[in-house]
C-alpha cells in the first residue's frame, strides 16, 4: 500500500481564492509526522508546514494551514488568498516514528489563474 | 543558517561515464537523503545516510552509491551512465523535517 496518496495531479484555483489539496497516508505507527513541501519550476523543494501526529491543533503557517483529520488519516493542505507565485507543484511527505525514513506522495500541480 | 548546499548546479555526461554529486547539510543535521526526479515526475527515493552510515536505500541499481563523510557532508555516485539517469538529483538533511538543496540537474548524452 502506499504510504501517502495524493489523488489530484492538477488543479486550478481563481487568484485570490482558496485550495484544498488532498494528502490521505497510511501508517500503523502513534508518533508520526505530516509534512508539505512546494516545488517551483525552479526545482527547489520549499518545506511549507508541518503537523505532529500528536498536535491538537491544525498547523498553519501564513496563509496555509493543514487540515488534520486523524480518524480519516488525511492531511490536507489549505491555501488561502491564493497569490500567482502560488502555482508550484506541491507535495505532501510522511515521516514515520521509529525512524527517519520519510515517504512522499506523487504530489499535485497548482495552477493559479489571474 | 545556511541551508544545504549540492554541487555542481549542472552536470552534463555522455553514456558510461561516472558522475559524482556532492552535498553539504545544514549544520548540526546528521542524516542525509538523496532522491532522484525525472523530469515531470515525482521524488524517488535513493540513498539515506546517517552518522556515515547507510540506512537505507531505495529501488536503484547497485551502479548509485554514495557515502557520508565525518563531517556529515555526503557524495552520490552513479556509475555507466545510461540516458534514463538524466534527471534533478535532489539531496535533504534531516533533523525532523527535510530540509532540501537546489539540486544537481544531471543530462546524460
Known sequence: AQKITQTQPGMFVQEKEAVTLDCTYDTSDQSYGLFWYKQPSSGEMIFLIYQGSYDEQNATEGRYSLNFQKARKSANLVISASQLGDSAMYFCAMREGRGNQFYFGTGTSLTVIP | ?109
Do not use: M
Open chain 2, 1 to 109: 543558517e545556511a541551508g544545504v548546499t549540492q554541487s555542481p548546479t549542472h552536470l552534463i555526461k555522455t553514456r558510461g561515464q561516472q558522475a559524482t554529486l556532492r552535498c553539504s547539510p545544514i549544520s548540526g543535521h546528521t542524516s542525509v537523503y538523496w532522491y532522484q526526479q525525472a523530469l515531470g515526475l515525482g521524488l524517488q527515493f535513493l540513498l539515506w545516510y546517517d552518522e556515515g552510515e547507510e540506512r537505507n536505500r531505495g529501488n536503484f541499481p547497485p551502479r548509485f552509491s554514495g557515502r557520508q563523510f565525518p563531517n556529515y557532508s555526503s557524495e552520490l555516485n552513479v556509475n555507466a551512465l545510461e540516458l534514463e539517469d538524466s534527471a534533478l538529483y535532489l539531496c535533504a538533511s534531516s533533523q525532523w523535517a527535510q530540509y532540501f538543496g537546489p539540486g544537481t540537474r544531471l543530462l546524460v548524452l
